[in-house]
């Protein structure tokens, strides 16, 4: 009982909560005059009476149906007397707080937790629709596809810089990097050398090229002073070791001999007049070579540098085309004019020959004149026929 037997209320326990949920709602304390009501207003006072006894019967309804319900947690504690009780002890005890529902403290917070776990009797429980969102599969395959990438890479740098031999492979790195520094100061010291250039034959012309300049005639000076065109065999001093030289020789020889005369001219030539005089010219192929500095030869007693080129100049001038068959063991031999065509059928045909060769021949004025002499006893067969 939330009253004692006397009406008044108990004493209240600080610990405990106090709520006011489930309770009927405290009568309006009726208000005293020294005059009596009237009639009109018993009337009312009665209905009023009858209409908060019938809200209070429903409200302890419910609270009792709660408190079946959850036994074990709250404690319901209703009010029994009546409506005119309840005005009697309000009046009584002088406007004090009506009977209210205490909540017991529990130190685990079990009272809370059925509370909020238990489903109540004809209390409806409606289920979450809440659905999580589901991660994204692109996202998880790219940052699986990272991992793997940098595991990868984690491994090679661990076998990289993990390895035996590191050590072996910067000692050798330090020793390249060393010679090379060791060459850039040699190449940056000027060192100079002498060229010796040889021919056969002799007196051909030479040509020089420096770097990536173009090719230049090489020119010199005569004892006299003169300057003139360089013509093998050909000294050249002060050259610069570490730079890149090219030359060319080119040679074109000019025979010269006196013309033989009849009587008859001999007797028409005047005192002193020299019989004339015929030129033949005789080209050679141009030959080219170059000098760079690892073919420098250094002097162990003087510790200059010097080279020396011979070169041997091919007329430019063909007698005939040469190839060897090995399935046969022959060579064959294809003559001027028309001998190139014809050595490259005799190819097509046996596929074991070797390359067609051009062979030169060295002209003279001895060569012209045989040619000269089979050139008129051809001629004449010709006519015979």
Same mark, same amino acid.
């Given at each position: 009982m939330s009253e004692n037997e006397n009406g008044n209320s108990p004493q209240e326990d600080p610990t405990e909560v106090k709520t006011t949920i489930g309770m009927p709602m405290p009568?309006?304390?009726?208000?005293? =005059?020294?005059?009596?009501?009237?009639q009109d207003e018993l009337v009312l006072n009665e209905k009023a009476s009858t209409a908060e006894e019938a809200e209070e019967e429903e409200s302890l309804v419910v609270s009792e149906e709660a408190a079946d319900s959850a036994e074990d947690i709250i404690n319901l504690v209703a009010k029994d007397s009546s409506p005119s009780e309840d005005q009697n002890s309000t009046s009584e005890n002088d406007g004090e707080s009506p009977s209210i529902l205490t909540w017991p403290i529990d130190p685990e917070h079990a009272n809370a937790v059925s509370v909020l776990s238990e489903q109540l009797s004809g209390v409806k429980v409606y289920g979450s629709t809440y659905v999580a969102p589901q991660g994204s599969r692109a996202l998880n395959f790219i940052l699986l596809v990272l991992v793997i990438g940098v595991g990868i890479a984690g491994s090679i740098a661990l076998q990289f810089y993990g390895s035996a031999d590191r050590e072996a492979r910067l000692m050798e790195a330090a020793i390249c990097k060393a010679d090379y520094d060791a060459l850039v100061k040699l190449t940056a010291q000027k060192q100079y050398g002498k060229l010796v250039i040889e021919s056969a034959p002799e007196q051909a012309q030479v040509f020089q090229q420096i770097d990536n300049e173009p090719m230049t005639k090489l020119m010199g000076k005569t004892a006299d002073g003169k300057e003139m065109a360089t013509l093998t065999p050909a000294t050249i001093d002060?050259?610069?070791?570490?730079r890149m030289y090219r030359f060319k020789l080119k040679f074109t020889e000019t025979l010269k001999r006196a013309v033989e005369l009849s009587d008859k001219e001999?007797?028409?030539?005047?005192?002193?007049?020299?019989?004339?005089?015929?030129?033949?010219?005789?080209?050679?192929?141009?030959?080219?070579?170059?000098?760079?500095?690892?073919?420098?030869?250094?002097?162990?007693?003087?510790? =200059?540098?010097?080279?020396q080129?011979?070169?041997?100049?091919?007329?430019?001038?063909?007698?005939h085309y040469y190839t060897f068959n090995w399935s046969k063991g022959e060579a064959k031999r294809f003559e001027e004019p028309g001998g190139k065509a014809e050595c490259e059928a005799y190819r097509q045909d046996n596929s074991d020959s070797s390359l067609c060769r051009a062979i030169p021949r060295t002209e003279d004025f001895e060569k012209k004149d045989a040619r000269e002499e089979a050139a008129k006893k051809g001629k004449k067969r010709r006519r015979r026929r």
């Amino acid at each position: 009982m939330s009253e004692n037997e006397n009406g008044n209320s108990p004493q209240e326990d600080p610990t405990e909560v106090k709520t006011t949920i489930g309770m009927p709602m405290p009568p309006r304390p009726v208000e005293t =005059s020294s005059a009596e009501p009237a009639q009109d207003e018993l009337v009312l006072n009665e209905k009023a009476s009858t209409a908060e006894e019938a809200e209070e019967e429903e409200s302890l309804v419910v609270s009792e149906e709660a408190a079946d319900s959850a036994e074990d947690i709250i404690n319901l504690v209703a009010k029994d007397s009546s409506p005119s009780e309840d005005q009697n002890s309000t009046s009584e005890n002088d406007g004090e707080s009506p009977s209210i529902l205490t909540w017991p403290i529990d130190p685990e917070h079990a009272n809370a937790v059925s509370v909020l776990s238990e489903q109540l009797s004809g209390v409806k429980v409606y289920g979450s629709t809440y659905v999580a969102p589901q991660g994204s599969r692109a996202l998880n395959f790219i940052l699986l596809v990272l991992v793997i990438g940098v595991g990868i890479a984690g491994s090679i740098a661990l076998q990289f810089y993990g390895s035996a031999d590191r050590e072996a492979r910067l000692m050798e790195a330090a020793i390249c990097k060393a010679d090379y520094d060791a060459l850039v100061k040699l190449t940056a010291q000027k060192q100079y050398g002498k060229l010796v250039i040889e021919s056969a034959p002799e007196q051909a012309q030479v040509f020089q090229q420096i770097d990536n300049e173009p090719m230049t005639k090489l020119m010199g000076k005569t004892a006299d002073g003169k300057e003139m065109a360089t013509l093998t065999p050909a000294t050249i001093d002060n050259l610069d070791i570490n730079r890149m030289y090219r030359f060319k020789l080119k040679f074109t020889e000019t025979l010269k001999r006196a013309v033989e005369l009849s009587d008859k001219e001999k007797k028409e030539l005047k005192e002193g007049e020299k019989p004339p005089v015929e030129e033949m010219g005789v080209d050679y192929r141009d030959e080219e070579f170059t000098v760079a500095r690892y073919q420098w030869i250094q002097d162990g007693a003087t510790g =200059s540098f010097r080279f020396q080129k011979i070169v041997p100049l091919t007329p430019d001038y063909i007698d005939h085309y040469y190839t060897f068959n090995w399935s046969k063991g022959e060579a064959k031999r294809f003559e001027e004019p028309g001998g190139k065509a014809e050595c490259e059928a005799y190819r097509q045909d046996n596929s074991d020959s070797s390359l067609c060769r051009a062979i030169p021949r060295t002209e003279d004025f001895e060569k012209k004149d045989a040619r000269e002499e089979a050139a008129k006893k051809g001629k004449k067969r010709r006519r015979r026929r």
